[in-house]
């Protein structure tokens, strides 16, 4: 498990690339009135600026924000007019990484000779309920464990909290792919993954 440091002043908002793209067109001005907007409602945290990333926009603050700091942000951005607020969902602060693995899963699909992918792996982890209120850190990665054997493991990272709660209910969790029932455990920090030092 990491933590970011100056990243725990992140506000999370996950909301659909089209959106992105019509906020980020304008971001200086919404930076503007949203700071105006907090200021208003005497809260002592700001924007310093926004960007985007796989996880939506992110809002960096000046402090780790509160609560009401990012319901604040969020409901100024889905009462943009031109924005799509269907596709906004609810913000969250950066967290710890926990780093699983899942096991037990075939390296082709089943009835094909088609590898499994990182698209069929996005998939899976959205379509499965295991996975539900889970927070992907970053891009799973598929790897066959041997050259003789067609099986794979997807080692996934999440946002979790201080005390790994999300990674607790997850590991040793089964679940169905096609005809396997692939099993979660925890797993060390994937070494392409750059970690941050602790908040």
Request: charged share 15%; aromatic share 8%; with cysteine.
């Amino acid at each position: 498990m990491t933590t970011k440091s100056s990243l725990c002043k992140q506000v999370i908002i996950p909301i659909s690339s089209d959106n992105i793209k019509i906020f980020i067109e304008s971001s200086g001005n919404h930076i503007a009135n949203i700071n105006r907007l907090l200021k208003s409602i005497k809260l002592d945290t700001y924007v310093n600026y926004i960007h985007n990333d796989h996880q939506g926009l992110i809002t960096i603050t000046n402090k780790v924000s509160s609560q009401s700091n990012m319901n604040t942000v969020e409901n100024y951005i889905k009462n943009i007019q031109t924005i799509d607020i269907s596709d906004i969902q609810t913000a969250y602060l950066s967290q710890s990484k926990s780093y699983l693995k899942i096991l037990e899963i075939s390296y082709f699909m089943e009835g094909t000779n088609t590898a499994i992918n990182l698209e069929v792996v996005k998939f899976i982890i959205k379509s499965t309920h295991v996975f539900e209120n889970i927070h992907i850190a970053s891009q799973p990665h598929v790897i066959k464990v041997s050259f003789k054997l067609d099986m794979t493991i997807i080692w996934i990272d999440i946002w979790d909290s201080q005390n790994r709660s999300s990674a607790k209910t997850l590991i040793n969790h089964c679940f169905n792919i096609g005809s396997h029932i692939a099993t979660i455990h925890g797993a060390n920090m994937n070494p392409s993954v750059f970690q941050y030092k602790n908040c």
